[in-house]
């Protein structure tokens, strides 16, 4: 039988492992407070990242390159939580 600590162990691999994967996009929306698009067909998706880290990356890369347009937001989506929602 394993310890608790082979088994804590073997989890944090497990998470560690797993694919979290993130999508980051952006658009010009309808007022700087809102999170609704103006023209959904000019929706920029930045790209599917496969941790949070890349997927932060990449958003903070977008949303500097249009700091000058407060229209335009990016916004980061956990899709592994909507993949598989019991999983933390």
Request: aromatic share 8%; hydrophobic share 40%.
């Given at each position: 039988?394993?310890?608790?600590?082979?088994?804590g162990?073997?989890?944090?691999?497990?998470?560690?492992?797993?694919?979290?994967?993130?999508?980051?996009?952006?658009?010009?929306?309808?007022?700087?407070?809102?999170?609704?698009?103006?023209?959904?067909s000019?929706?920029?998706?930045?790209?599917?990242?496969?941790?949070?880290?890349?997927?932060?990356?990449?958003w903070?890369?977008?949303?500097?390159?249009?700091?000058?347009?407060?229209?335009?937001?990016?916004?980061?989506?956990?899709?592994?939580?909507?993949?598989?929602?019991?999983?933390?």
């Amino acid at each position: 039988m394993a310890s608790l600590r082979e088994l804590g162990t073997k989890q944090m691999h497990e998470h560690e492992n797993r694919q979290l994967l993130h999508l980051v996009f952006g658009g010009e929306v309808v007022s700087p407070g809102s999170v609704k698009f103006k023209d959904l067909s000019k929706l920029h998706i930045v790209g599917i990242f496969p941790n949070y880290k890349q997927a932060h990356d990449a958003w903070r890369a977008a949303a500097q390159a249009t700091v000058d347009n407060a229209q335009v937001r990016y916004f980061v989506v956990h899709i592994h939580r909507l993949l598989q929602p019991d999983l933390p």
